[in-house]
């Protein structure tokens, strides 16, 4: 990024023309949460994929804001990024040749557990930075220091989460490790030892709590994979609860996810396409 990149505080709107050149699709997004639904084929994951891709893109031909048919609008129109992660919700083995497996800790051997790896190297970033600011307001006048312990709420908050959702199963988070280590009947546990489930969610909320709190965009593809339905239902709420700043998009069968309150979050695919009647005004993307 340059000097005069602007970043956005969310993504206002997304646009594709020629869907699978039959449809335009045209989605405008609420800034906190937004649930994409619609039978199987109907297009959800390919929409998120191609707003990803959209993000993705540096360079290029782009002409009126948009690249391959896809446009991204954020709330600033002078805004020319957004920090954005994707959580890759199946837990499916690395492959035999893969170098990424080959650079790892031995026990990384599937997606979730690369995920797993990149983010504890986020995390001790990220703890860094937190502890860089509390000595600095440690170190400034009375109201400073009143602030300073406020810093690592967000931490605790994680930590509290996680022993609360692995606790049936006595587990626990070692509060003490730089690294992501658990407790199992009184033995350290490796992340990599967890369950599908355990190590998705664990995915999930690091993803949230290593953005300290700013704006930023998540994109998750039925996110309800391999968790258990009171996870599912939980899953949204922990979420904004690690982060308010933090802008959802994702996509669902799961009535689950949005029994909290989310149901007016929840966009079918039918109601943002239009089917294109002359295929020749658009071109294929």
């Not at 990024?1 to 206002?12: E, R, T």
């Not at 965009?217 to 239902?233: C, K, N, R, T």
């Not at 949005?258 to 929840?266: H, K, S």
Request: overall charge negative; hydrophobic content about 35%; some cysteine.
């Amino acid at each position: 990024m340059v000097m005069d990149d602007i970043q956005a505080n969310y993504i206002s709107q997304i646009v594709i023309h020629g869907l699978w050149n039959r449809y335009d699709i045209d989605w405008h997004l609420r800034p906190d949460v937004n649930i994409l639904s619609g039978v199987n084929g109907v297009g959800k994951t390919t929409i998120l994929n191609r707003s990803v891709s959209y993000l993705e893109q540096t360079s290029g031909e782009i002409k009126d804001g948009e690249r391959n048919g896809v446009r991204v609008a954020f709330d600033n129109p002078k805004a020319t990024y957004i920090p954005y992660d994707i959580i890759l919700s199946y837990d499916r083995p690395l492959m035999s040749g893969d170098s990424t497996a080959r650079m790892a800790d031995p026990d990384v051997k599937t997606e979730l557990d690369w995920q797993l790896y990149i983010l504890q190297r986020r995390y001790l970033d990220y703890q860094v930075n937190i502890g860089n600011r509390m000595i600095d307001l440690l170190s400034g006048d009375e109201e400073q220091r009143a602030r300073a312990a406020s810093v690592s709420q967000s931490k605790r908050k994680f930590q509290d989460l996680l022993d609360e959702l692995f606790g049936y199963t006595g587990k626990t988070i070692d509060r003490r490790s730089n690294d992501i280590m658990f407790y199992q009947n009184g033995e350290h546990l490796s992340p990599y030892k967890l369950s599908s489930g355990e190590k998705q969610m664990l995915v999930i909320l690091l993803t949230v709590l290593v953005r300290d709190g700013q704006h930023c965009v998540l994109f998750m593809d039925e996110p309800e994979a391999s968790l258990h339905i009171d996870w599912q239902q939980k899953l949204i709420g922990m979420i904004r609860s690690l982060n308010p700043n933090l802008q959802l998009i994702l996509t669902t069968h799961s009535p689950a996810v949005i029994m909290e309150g989310w149901l007016d979050a929840v966009t079918e695919v039918s109601e943002i396409a239009t089917e294109i009647t002359d295929n020749a005004q658009h071109p294929a993307t």
